[in-house]
C-alpha cells in the first residue's frame, strides 16, 4: 500500500505526462488528432452530408431550422433502402400512426399503401361505412392530389395529413381509376373502427368478416366467434376481402383459435435467423373457407396461409396483394419513431409470396358470386 500523499503525487504526473505527450502529438502532427481508422471511416461517411448542411445554412435564403434539416436528412436515409415500408416518422407522424392502430381518428377512412409498380399511393380498402365509401372511393383508387396538390408515394405522410382534418370539413382527392382521371369531395369524420362483423347464414354456417388486425380485433373475433359458436354453426366463411392487414400478434392469435397444432408463419432475417409462430392445440373444427381479393394483404394473407397449408380450410376469390415483409415499429425517447421491414415471411408450407400474393383454392373472379361459392363448398364438407 502507498501512502495517500504518494499517490496524489503520482496522478499529478500522471496528468502532466499525458499532457505532454498530447502536446508533442498535436506539435509533431501538425495540430491534427490521431484516431482510428473505424472512427474516421465513420465520420467520412457524412463528410458531404456535413458540408452540405453548412452550405445550406449559409445561402439558404430563409433563416434554417436544425430540427427539421436533421428529420430530412433521417428520412432520406429511410429512403435511401428502396422499400416501400420503411419510414422515419416526426414526433407528430408517429402520434398518427399509433391513432391508426388504435381504432379511432377522425379522417376519410381509408386504408393506403405505396406499391412497387409506381409511385403512386394506392388505395387498399375504403372502411366500410366510412365518408370515403359514401363518395364512391374504391379499392386500386389512387390518389394523385390532395386539395389540388400532388402527392406520391414518397410524401405518403405529408398526404395522410392533408386528407385528415377537422371534423366535418371537405378534402378533394384527385383519384386515378383506371385510364379515369376524378374528382371526389369527402367530407370527414369521426371514423372509429370495428373491425369485425359476424352473422349466421342459411344452413347454419357461420360468417365472420375482419376488416384489418387492429389493437381489439381478436378480443372482437372471439366475442363474435363464440357467439355463433353457441348457435350451433356447422362451417364458418372468413372475409378477409379488402383488409390490408395490421399487427402481427393479433393475426398470430386468432389463428391459433382455429387451425389446430401447427406452424401459422415463420420469418427470415437478414442474417438468416428463422423463427416460427407456433398454434396450440386449439381447433375450431368445422369447415372454414376464406373469401380474398387483392385487396386482402399482409396479416390477412398470413391468416389465409396458415389455414389452408395447415388444411384447416380453403380460399375462394381471387389472388392476394402479395406482401411478405415484417415491418418492427419503434417509439423513441423524443416521441419520433420508425416502421423498419425487418424480415420475410413464408406461409407453412414455405411459399414466399411478396409480389406475387396467395393464389385462391377455388378462383372466383365475379366478387357477387365468391360467397356462394365459399358456402357451396363448406356444404359439401358438411355432407361427406
Known amino acids: ?53 453548412e452550405l445550406v445554412k449559409d445561402d439558404f435564403y430563409q433563416k434554417t431550422s436544425d430540427e427539421k434539416l436533421v428529420d430530412g436528412a433521417i428520412k432520406g436515409m429511410f429512403s435511401g433502402l428502396d422499400d416501400p415500408y420503411s419510414q422515419y416518422y416526426t414526433k407528430a407522424e408517429f402520434e398518427k400512426l399509433k391513432e391508426q392502430t388504435s381504432g379511432s381518428f377522425v379522417g376519410i377512412g381509408v386504408y393506403i399503401s405505396p406499391t412497387s409498380d409506381d409511385d403512386h399511393i394506392t388505395i387498399i380498402a375504403p372502411i366500410d361505412g366510412s365518408p370515403a365509401e359514401k363518395s364512391g372511393i374504391k379499392a386500386g383508387d389512387k390518389i394523385l392530389k390532395v386539395d389540388g396538390k400532388v402527392v406520391s408515394a414518397q410524401n405518403s405522410d405529408e398526404a395522410i395529413t ?33 373491425t369485425v362483423e359476424g352473422k349466421v347464414l342459411d344452413d347454419n354456417i357461420g360468417y365472420i368478416k375482419i376488416t384489418s388486425f387492429s389493437e381489439h380485433t381478436n378480443k372482437e373475433f372471439e ?3 363464440n357467439t355463433l359458436k353457441q348457435s350451433d354453426i356447422k362451417g364458418l366463411v372468413i372475409d378477409l376481402r379488402d383488409n390490408p392487414g395490421g399487427l402481427l400478434n393479433v393475426c398470430k392469435d386468432i389463428a391459433d383459435s382455429l ?25 375450431l373444427g368445422l369447415p372454414i373457407a376464406v373469401l380474398t381479393n387483392e385487396g386482402s394483404a399482409s396479416a390477412s ?12 380450410g380453403i380460399s375462394v376469390g381471387t389472388t392476394t396483394f402479395g406482401k411478405g415483409l415484417v415491418q418492427s415499429v419503434r417509439e423513441l425517447k423524443d416521441g419520433t419513431g420508425y416502421k423498419l421491414t425487418t424480415a420475410q415471411y413464408f406461409t407453412p408450407s414455405g411459399e414466399y409470396i411478396n409480389g406475387k400474393g396467395i393464389k385462391p383454392t377455388i378462383e372466383e373472379k365475379d366478387e357477387e358470386k365468391q360467397l356462394d361459392v365459399a358456402l357451396k363448398w363448406i356444404k359439401e364438407q358438411i355432407s361427406k
Not at 496524489?8 to 505532454?20: E, H, K, N, P
Not at 377537422?166 to 370495428?194: C, F, Y
Not at 394473407?301 to 384447416?312: C, P
Open 1 to 53: 500500500m502507498i501512502s495517500k500523499k504518494k499517490a496524489v503525487i503520482y496522478g499529478v504526473l500522471l496528468v502532466v505526462v499525458t499532457f505532454l505527450i498530447t502536446s508533442t502529438l498535436n506539435i509533431a502532427l501538425g495540430g491534427k488528432v490521431v484516431i482510428s481508422k473505424e472512427t474516421y471511416e465513420a465520420y467520412k461517411k457524412y463528410n458531404k452530408m456535413i458540408a452540405l448542411e
Open 162 to 194: 392533408m386528407i385528415k382534418g377537422k371534423k366535418g370539413t371537405e378534402v378533394e382527392l384527385t383519384i386515378k381509376r383506371g385510364e379515369q382521371i376524378l374528382d371526389v369531395n369527402v367530407k370527414r369524420d369521426e371514423i372509429v373502427s370495428k
Open 223 to 225: 366475442k363474435t366467434l
Open 259 to 283: 387451425i389446430g397444432e401447427g406452424t401459422i408463419v415463420y420469418t427470415k432475417d437478414n442474417k438468416g435467423n428463422t423463427e416460427y409462430l407456433k398454434s396450440d392445440k386449439e381447433k
Open 301 to 312: 394473407e398470413i391468416l389465409t396461409g396458415a389455414i389452408i397449408d395447415n388444411k384447416a
